[in-house]
């Protein structure tokens, strides 16, 4: 069930690449250095703050001191997999605080990987428009 239209991930491959699992953002930085294995550990020592339960599904996502790759480690039932996004120009402009996790919505899942941000105001003037004028339509 899709809560609003901002948590539609249709345009992903797939289609329900994000539909399950509880999604984390580490409030400290993370080495972009480290691998799959090294995420995977820190995951199940408990040094990311998350308390960690093989039976579920969880998308965590960090962010490095730079703000410039986002890494995302997906860790459910059948196994776990490391995706980043890099961006070259610009950066992550989410705002951490420097301990433990915190968790996101779909929406500001997708707003971080298009905008770059998670909440306050766009840095895309693309993206803003495109939001002012659906909450305009919405609105009317």
Known sequence: MIADASDDFSFLPGGGLFA??????????????????KHFSMLESGAFGIRYDPSQEY?????????TRCTMLHVDST??????????????RAALSGEGAR?????????????????????NPYIAAAAAAASQSGAA
């Open 59 to 67: 998308w965590i996502i960090s962010l490095n001191r730079q703000k």
């Open 20 to 37: 399950t699992g509880r999604i984390m953002l580490l409030e400290a930085p993370v080495s972009a250095s480290w691998g799959i294995h």
């Open 103 to 123: 968790t996101l919505t779909r929406g500001q899942l997708r707003r971080l990987f298009a905008d770059g941000t998670v909440e306050g105001p766009y840095s």
């Open 79 to 92: 196994g776990y997999s490391l995706t980043r996004r890099i961006l070259f120009q610009a950066g992550f």
